[in-house]
Each structure stands twice: as structure tokens, then as C-alpha cells.
């Protein structure tokens, strides 16, 4: 049913979704022809390419790697469904090989920034310290507000495996971003900081938990202290 381009497309969907859930070598091997096929719909390619997830990562990496790979100009997927969704399988797969192929895309745009988060997920999970300014660069005021965050959150892990300079200059960003006039960057650059143990961005968030007008942020703001200072969250 997945190849009958006469289906509705949620029928395509529902039968590649079934075919990768049986998991059996033969299904596996199916899902990786089926995803390798010309297949107009959008929808049914982006099922496709996640059902790759279940599939032997010999098999699967390099046919997601062609998914996301496209020099400027090329020719080559366009839908930005399925992009985010190859980008998401390859982190799924442990593909840290594709990093390479993946860094460009944290600056694609794409609707609601859908391809450069799911980018900024792989690249806080495989990168280094060498991408936290292309982090940086996601956090921008006017990049979606909704993106925003992830690029906090992945400037955070890859602050985790930087030293020196690099680790220090990514906590005094984010202690900045405490200030940032939009409130989901600014929650998730303070939850950030309390996860690093960040001891330079105490006085802001004892600050916050003190006298911050709105008493859920005190709360919250408690717990990230108590995390910063490795103690158990206060009551």
C-alpha cells in the first residue's frame, strides 16, 4: 500500500510506519528500498525516512546522509519535513559521521526553524566546542521563539565539553540571555546555566528566586540554585 501513489496519503503513512514496526530483516530491507524509491508526496517521503530509524544503520546512514547532503544550488530534497526528519533519524542511528553533513543546516531556514532545531539537536549531541558560535548565532532575537530555546539547550551541552575560554564564554552568553526579553530564552538560558553548575550566574538566579514578581519563576528559580550549588531542591 505504501507505493500505491492512489492511497490517501495517511493510508501510505499508516502501512510504511506498520512495515518498519515489524522489525524482521526483510521489513528492514523493504524500508530501505521503499525509502530509496521516487515517491512524490512529502508526507509519505518524511514517514519514510523515520522509519530508516528502525533499520540496520549500514543500510540506513547513507541513504539519509543523501537526504540531508545539497550543495548550494544542487538539486536535491526540498521538503523541510523531510529534512528535519533524516536529520532526526541519523541522531537516532548514533550517526555521528554525518556531522559534517548535518553543520550547514543550523542555518537553513525553514518554516518554524524546523530544520535548523532538529540540526541543533544533532550537533548538541555530536558536536564540540568548535559550534557553539553557530549556536550562538540560532539564539538571535528574530530567529523564531519557538527555535530559540533549542539553540540554548544545544549551546549548553556543547558547553559541557568545552574548556577554558570557550566554557566561560559560553556561560557569560547565557547568563546575558537570563535578561533576553523573551521569556521561553530567557527560563531556558537560567534552566541551562543551574544544569552547568555555573557558579558566575548564582547572584542572577538568587536574584530571580528572591524577588522575581511571578511566584512560579521563584519556584523554579529555587530549584535552579539548589541544582547550581549541587544541593537538593529547596521546598
Given at each position: 500500500?505504501?507505493?500505491d501513489?492512489?492511497?490517501?496519503?495517511?493510508m501510505?503513512?499508516?502501512?510504511?510506519?506498520?512495515?518498519?514496526?515489524?522489525?524482521?530483516?526483510?521489513a528492514?530491507?523493504?524500508?530501505?528500498?521503499?525509502?530509496?524509491?521516487s515517491?512524490?508526496?512529502p508526507?509519505?517521503?518524511?514517514?519514510?525516512?523515520r522509519a530508516l530509524?528502525?533499520?540496520?544503520?549500514?543500510?540506513?546512514?547513507?541513504?539519509?546522509?543523501?537526504?540531508?547532503?545539497r550543495?548550494?544550488?544542487?538539486?536535491g530534497?526540498?521538503?523541510y519535513?523531510?529534512?528535519?526528519?533524516?536529520?532526526?533519524?541519523?541522531?537516532?542511528l548514533?550517526?555521528?559521521?554525518?556531522?559534517?553533513?548535518?553543520?550547514?543546516?543550523?542555518?537553513?531556514p525553514?518554516?518554524?526553524?524546523?530544520?535548523?532545531?532538529?540540526?541543533?539537536?544533532?550537533?548538541?549531541?555530536?558536536?564540540?566546542?568548535?559550534d557553539?558560535?553557530?549556536?550562538?548565532?540560532?539564539?538571535?532575537?528574530?530567529?523564531?521563539?519557538?527555535?530559540?530555546?533549542?539553540?540554548?539547550?544545544?549551546?549548553?551541552?556543547?558547553?559541557?565539553?568545552?574548556?577554558g575560554e570557550?566554557?566561560?564564554?559560553?556561560?557569560?552568553?547565557?547568563?546575558?540571555l537570563?535578561?533576553?526579553?523573551?521569556?521561553?530564552?530567557?527560563?531556558?538560558?537560567?534552566?541551562?546555566?543551574?544544569?552547568?553548575?555555573c557558579?558566575?550566574?548564582?547572584?542572577?538566579?538568587?536574584a530571580?528566586?528572591?524577588?522575581?514578581?511571578?511566584?512560579?519563576?521563584?519556584?523554579?528559580?529555587?530549584?535552579?540554585v539548589?541544582?547550581?550549588?549541587?544541593?537538593p531542591a529547596?521546598?
Amino acid at each position: 500500500p505504501a507505493a500505491d501513489g492512489t492511497l490517501r496519503h495517511t493510508m501510505r503513512t499508516a502501512a510504511v510506519e506498520a512495515l518498519a514496526a515489524l522489525g524482521t530483516p526483510e521489513a528492514k530491507r523493504a524500508a530501505v528500498a521503499f525509502a530509496r524509491s521516487s515517491v512524490a508526496d512529502p508526507r509519505v517521503r518524511a514517514a519514510a525516512v523515520r522509519a530508516l530509524a528502525k533499520c540496520d544503520a549500514a543500510d540506513a546512514v547513507p541513504v539519509l546522509r543523501e537526504v540531508v547532503a545539497r550543495a548550494p544550488g544542487a538539486a536535491g530534497e526540498r521538503s523541510y519535513a523531510v529534512r528535519s526528519a533524516a536529520v532526526d533519524a541519523l541522531a537516532e542511528l548514533g550517526a555521528k559521521e554525518a556531522l559534517a553533513d548535518v553543520r550547514p543546516m543550523l542555518s537553513e531556514p525553514s518554516p518554524a526553524e524546523s530544520v535548523s532545531v532538529a540540526a541543533l539537536r544533532f550537533v548538541a549531541r555530536f558536536g564540540d566546542a568548535s559550534d557553539l558560535p553557530a549556536a550562538k548565532a540560532r539564539c538571535a532575537l528574530g530567529i523564531a521563539d519557538r527555535a530559540r530555546p533549542a539553540a540554548v539547550d544545544a549551546g549548553a551541552e556543547l558547553a559541557k565539553r568545552a574548556e577554558g575560554e570557550a566554557r566561560t564564554g559560553a556561560e557569560s552568553f547565557l547568563i546575558a540571555l537570563v535578561e533576553d526579553p523573551e521569556e521561553r530564552t530567557a527560563l531556558a538560558a537560567a534552566a541551562a546555566l543551574a544544569d552547568l553548575k555555573c557558579q558566575a550566574a548564582l547572584p542572577r538566579l538568587r536574584a530571580m528566586a528572591e524577588h522575581d514578581r511571578d511566584p512560579a519563576r521563584r519556584r523554579r528559580a529555587r530549584e535552579w540554585v539548589a541544582k547550581a550549588e549541587g544541593k537538593p531542591a529547596a521546598g
